[in-house]
């Protein structure tokens, strides 16, 4: 009994945030439940393999990710190039709402859905980064073990990728739709 | 102009970093490199600024639940599982001390066969049957297909004929064949098919008439009921004739198929 009461007491409450990032990255609540049943499925029969240098969520994040990469998706991924830009590009200098005060009211004038939306349109390796960090809020480590990169990658690419959704945000924002832009930055 | 060179790389370096910045994952060392950096380079310090937001408003955004519908179904499927592994898993973890680097093999062979379930029901079979002896007088056929069975749940499946042209001597609605091979039955040649029905595993073994006939306990029960029948560890054995020789029908109770809707082929 022992080994069913510690799979429920530690797993079975991250089931609700797994089934949120299932369905942000499928898109469709069906496919979403059922990868969590396979992920939970799956955790439960590799209980025994869950080591103490991974949290609990983390480790289930893997799961689900093993679950939902499809060999269609791995390809994807692959040939996806993973475009590198310069805090001195000219859109993140020249935007008119790139500047902290004008960035921020962009954000705010976001619906959360804008934002999921602009997040999984990066490349994969960019969105999952983003994803596990900001929305899921795990640390370096937790990162690194779920996408089996080192730490420092880890780094790289959430500085690439948060730049590149800034960016996309910023091309998406019209000025002309957000007066308080132009007050802000071409001073 | 070298300096310039050095101060660009720098920067470039540098860009890399910014995150680790934000969320407080830098050591000491590297935390001073970059707040030094940031103190001449506004392009950097703007990015940090901004990495800082979406890590905040992206933080911020609700997370879905599941609908209770979707929760229910869940705890269905969890329940079953958790309960029947619960059994199940003291059956593997003894059946991995007894088999050892065997039973990896065992698992991934029959998880792609069959799925889980099947894996653990034949290994479940091999732990009951772990310990047993044959009996003194029993029949010898009966022994080795017993054997024979207990073999394929612990190693590969042998695989000797494409599957799709294998055609055992016994088919019912939902047999799939997964194998077939030549075997020896009594020091005979015989041979084997693993079917599949539902989610239980049989073995058919097809042997020559020499070997069918040999045991007047078979002889008689198929001459006055058409089959023999015996309950062997656990596994069901049946015996019936077919025009040359014989079949050997091995599995378990529960799963063997209905004589109604069982054909036999003539060979
Ligand atoms: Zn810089």
New interface residues.
């Given amino acids: 009994?022992k080994?069913?009461e510690k799979?429920?007491r530690l797993v079975?409450p991250w089931?609700?945030?797994l089934?949120?990032v299932a369905?942000?990255r499928s898109g469709n609540?069906a496919v979403a439940?059922d990868r969590?049943?396979d992920a939970?499925?799956r955790a439960?029969?590799d209980f025994d393999a869950l080591a103490d240098e991974i949290s609990v969520y983390a480790w289930l994040l893997k799961i689900l990710d093993h679950v939902s990469a499809d060999e269609h998706r791995r390809d994807q991924r692959r040939q996806q190039l993973a475009p590198v830009i310069?805090?001195?590009e000219p859109l993140?200098?020249k935007h008119p709402c790139?500047?902290?005060g004008p960035?921020?009211q962009t954000?705010q004038g976001?619906q959360?859905e804008q934002?999921?939306a602009a997040?999984e349109s990066l490349p994969d390796d960019f969105a999952m980064v983003?994803m596990l960090?900001?929305?899921e809020?795990l640390?370096?480590r937790d990162i690194a073990q779920v996408l089996e990169i080192p730490?420092g990658t880890v780094?790289?690419r959430?500085?690439?990728g948060?730049?590149l959704?800034?960016r996309l945000l910023l091309k998406q924002a019209e000025p002309n739709q957000m007066p308080d832009c132009e007050n802000g930055a071409l001073t | 102009m070298e300096s310039k060179q050095k101060l660009e790389a720098l920067?470039?370096q540098i860009?890399?970093?910014?995150?680790?910045y934000v969320?407080d994952?830098l050591d000491e060392r590297e935390a001073c490199l970059v707040e030094a950096h940031l103190a001449g380079?506004e392009?950097?310090a703007?990015?940090v600024?901004?990495?800082q937001?979406?890590?905040e408003?992206?933080?911020a955004?609700?997370?879905?639940?599941?609908?209770p519908a979707?929760?229910s179904?869940?705890d269905n499927?969890?329940e079953n599982?958790?309960q029947k592994?619960?059994a199940r898993?003291a059956a593997l973890a003894a059946l991995r001390r007894r088999a050892g680097h065997w039973f990896r093999f065992v698992e991934d062979r029959w998880m792609a066969a069959g799925g889980?379930s099947l894996a653990v029901f034949l290994a479940v079979i091999m732990v009951f049957n772990a310990s047993w002896r044959h009996p003194d007088g029993g029949i010898p056929m009966v022994e080795d297909v017993v054997a024979e069975y207990q073999h394929i749940a612990v190693s590969p499946l042998p695989n000797a004929e494409p599957v799709a042209t294998a055609q055992p001597p016994a088919s019912w609605p939902r047999a799939r064949v997964l194998a077939s091979w030549r075997t020896r039955i009594s020091g005979k040649p015989a041979q084997a098919y693993a079917v599949r029905s539902d989610n239980k595993v049989l073995l058919q073994v097809k042997v020559g008439e020499q070997v069918f006939y040999n045991n007047p306990k078979v002889r008689k029960a198929v001459a006055d009921a058409g089959r023999y029948e015996v309950l062997e560890q656990g596994l069901k054995v049946v015996a019936l004739p077919l025009d040359h020789g014989g079949l050997l029908l091995v599995g378990p109770p529960e799963g063997m198929p209905d004589a109604g809707t069982m054909s036999l082929k003539s060979f």
């Avoid at chain 2, 860009?15 to 680790?20: E, I, K, S, T």
């Avoid at chain 2, 955004?61 to 609908?67: K, V």
């Fill in positions: 009994m080994r069913q799979f429920q079975r089931q609700d945030r089934y949120a369905l942000r609540s439940e969590v049943q939970l499925l439960w029969r310069s805090t001195g993140l200098q790139a500047a902290p960035f921020e954000l976001q959360h934002l999921l997040v983003v960090r900001d929305i809020g640390s370096y730490k780094m790289s959430l500085s690439r948060r730049r959704l800034a | 920067h470039l860009q890399d970093m910014l995150a680790g969320d994952e380079c392009a950097c703007r990015d600024v901004r990495q937001m979406l890590h408003k992206l933080g955004i609700p997370h879905e639940q599941m609908a979707q929760k179904r869940l499927v969890l599982a958790l592994n619960g898993h889980w």
